[in-house]
């Protein structure tokens, strides 16, 4: 629906304590009614579906009347927002509701006592009781919109609201959570989701059986569980706000929140429907209300580079469960649990193969301990996959039947963790005992499969980064000789505990280079992956395929989109920049998004213009 709202005034008869348009720095008592007019005589109405009047408050012109009667002129429909207050005269209504077709009003309280504390003013609450009957009097045809905001003094008698507007003919209700940019004085706090949960629950079932429109807005998905079907953005209406007879984008954004996307919404299947979670509450409260819809089958495509060919992989996720609880792990605990069903894991291997690829991944959670992981192996070659990899920690693989069982179903790579020599750091690392034997076990275990190719990722952190080149000859020792260092990327746990576990880069540049020349002179291929270009371009045979900027690129596809196409910031941006080596490229794309229709476009410009010859 195309909407083109004109503000006549943002004056008020009320001083609500959270209204927007109070805080805005660009708060004007006087508008231009003379440019209001020309740009409607200029405007083609054709192009829109309905004309919105609004302020402030915008019954208390001087030409609101007129503006109805040349609007009216135009054939096209008539919004009015309004706190309805001028409509408890009714003289005032009878002269001029025969000119809208619609008023959407605003209510925040259930009696003259709540509106007292949240306008600073006496009677409205019976104001408001005499202007809808004044209404129905004189147009029965004019829909009545009604927007509940949540707030302080709201948010316990929701119920109440509802239960009372019932007894009028409401076409639509609106439950708004008002925003702490909308609290421009007094204490009027953003209350936690908790505490009107069960209000604001009660109330759409009771609209629900009387047939009632509903529509709630600014919350996650998650929040309106079995009432999601109600989400409503008010970002999907085309709309445009006229100030003094210019487009004020601005302004129309000013009582808007800010929304964000945490590290639990990208484990959810709603995550590309939901607008996240509000800023001002996370700041307040954290994500810990969250609670992400399981995600089918996650499956990442990407490239690799095998003999110098370009490759298609596809990398599934088979669980959400670990057996470990590293302190660096990109999941919570508080994150899907399960393993996804086999059957659901062969379509997805199915469909990907079908669409060409040429290398399955298998990772999770800990892929090994779903209780069907041979048999995906055995799946996937069946089908024709020649090459099939796993990412795990290894455990499983310290017993040897289980490894012999995996190779011959079809595994040939294997990926595994280990991150120190030490034992005592291993098991901080990980939060385990007993593991650490269990890993050298299936370490030396699969380095006598010589069919298999193995590589140990080591992810580097405060704890293992002066004695890394130490762990490599420990591997070396048993007969390792293909070893990935992994920088910490800022999710998860991860970045719960960033402060004392990602490294100085510069400051530690000293024990990585001695990694990366004992690797060279003990003949084991090293590579870097995620660490800045400009720390390790001095090691170019060790630093990470520049394809791998593509696949983190491709991982947050989604988001980039969302930023490019919408305007929506990456959650993640710009709290976690300074510890992400796509830091630049994120920055970059955030300053220049305006001027790209596609992410790909976006990649293609950077390429050319931003990376230098020699990573090129």
């Known amino acids: ?32 009614y003379q440019k209001i007019i020309e740009t409607l005589d200029n405007i083609n109405t054709k192009d829109y579906d309905i004309i919105s ?17 040349r609007v009216k002129e135009k054939n096209i429909k008539v919004e009015v927002k309004t706190n ?46 005499s202007a809808l009957k004044n209404i129905k009097k004189y147009n029965k045809k004019t829909i009545l919109n009604a927007n509940i905001l949540i707030h302080k003094y709201s948010y316990d008698k929701i119920l109440n609201i509802v239960s009372y507007l019932l007894k009028y003919d409401i076409n639509c209700f609106y439950f708004w959570y008002v925003s702490s940019k909308q609290i421009a004085s007094n204490d009027v706090n953003i209350i936690e989701f908790k505490y009107f949960k069960d209000s604001l629950f009660a109330s759409v079932k009771l609209l629900e059986n009387h047939k009632k429109q509903i529509k709630i807005m600014h919350f996650p998905l998650c929040f309106l569980e079995d009432y999601r079907k109600y989400f409503y953005n008010e970002r999907s209406e085309d709309q445009i706000t006229m100030f003094d007879g210019d487009t004020s984008f601005e302004l129309k954004d000013e009582g ?67 057996n470990l609880k590293c ?18 894991i062969k379509q997805s291997i199915r469909e990907e193969f079908n669409l060409n690829s040429s290398i399955l991944v298998i990772s999770g959670g800990e892929p090994t301990i779903h209780p069907n992981f041979l048999d995906i192996i055995a799946f996937a070659k ?73 590589t140990v990722n080591i992810v580097v952190n405060n704890y293992n980064i002066k004695d890394i080149w130490k762990t490599i000859y420990f591997l070396k020792l048993m007969n390792v000789n293909k070893i990935d260092l992994l920088r ?38 090293l590579n870097t992956n995620r660490f800045p270009l400009s720390l390790v371009n001095y090691f170019k045979d060790e630093s990470q395929n520049f394809i791998k900027l593509f696949n983190e690129i491709k991982s947050k596809n989604d988001e980039f989109s969302d930023l490019i196409l919408k305007g929506i910031p990456l959650y993640c941006y710009p709290t976690r920049c300074k510890y992400c080596f796509l830091e630049k490229f994120c920055k970059e794309i955030h300053l220049q998004y305006k001027y790209y229709s596609s992410i790909q476009e976006f990649v293609k410009y950077y390429i050319k213009d931003k990376i230098c010859d020699e990573i090129k």
């Open 84 to 129: 309805l207050v001028k409509f408890s005269d009714e003289n005032f209504t009878k002269y001029n509701i025969g000119y809208i077709d619609i008023i959407s009003f605003s209510i925040f309280a259930d009696n003259d006592l709540n509106y007292n504390k949240t306008t600073g003013m006496n009677n409205i609450f019976s104001q408001i009781e």
């Open 382 to 454: 069946e089908i024709g996959y020649v090459n099939i990899s796993v990412i795990t920690n290894g455990i499983a693989f310290s017993n040897k039947e289980f490894l012999d069982t995996a190779v011959k179903n079809g595994l040939n790579s294997i990926k595994l963790s280990f991150h120190s020599h030490e034992r005592s750091v291993y098991d901080f690392l990980t939060k385990s005992d007993l593991m650490y034997e269990k890993a050298i076990l299936a370490i030396n275990n699969i380095t006598s499969k010589k069919e298999v190719d193995f």
């Open 256 to 322: 808007m929140a800010d929304y964000i996307k945490t590290d639990k919404c990208n484990f959810c299947s709603q995550k590309n429907n939901c607008i996240g979670l509000r800023l001002d509450y996370y700041n307040k409260f954290g994500d810990s209300s969250l609670n992400a819809f399981k995600v089918g089958i996650v499956v990442t495509r990407q490239y690799h580079i095998i003999n110098n060919k370009k490759l298609k992989a596809s990398h599934i996720l088979i669980n959400g469960i670990c």
């Open 1 to 32: 629906m195309k909407i083109i709202s004109f503000i006549l005034t943002n004056d008020c008869n009320l001083n609500c304590c959270f209204c927007p348009t109070r805080k805005n720095a660009n708060f004007k008592k006087h508008i231009s």
């Open 488 to 525: 910490i990327m800022p999710f998860g746990r991860a970045f719960d505990n960033k402060d004392m576990l990602i490294i100085n880069d510069e400051l530690n540049y000293q024990y990585l280079k001695k990694a990366i020349l004992f690797a060279r002179k003990e003949k084991i291929t």
């Open 53 to 69: 009047v609004t302020g402030g408050e915008p019954t208390i012109s001087n030409n609101f009347s007129d503006f109805l009667k």
């Open 327 to 344: 302190i660096f792990c990109f999941s919570r605990e508080s994150l899907i649990k399960n393993n996804f069903s086999f059957e659901k």
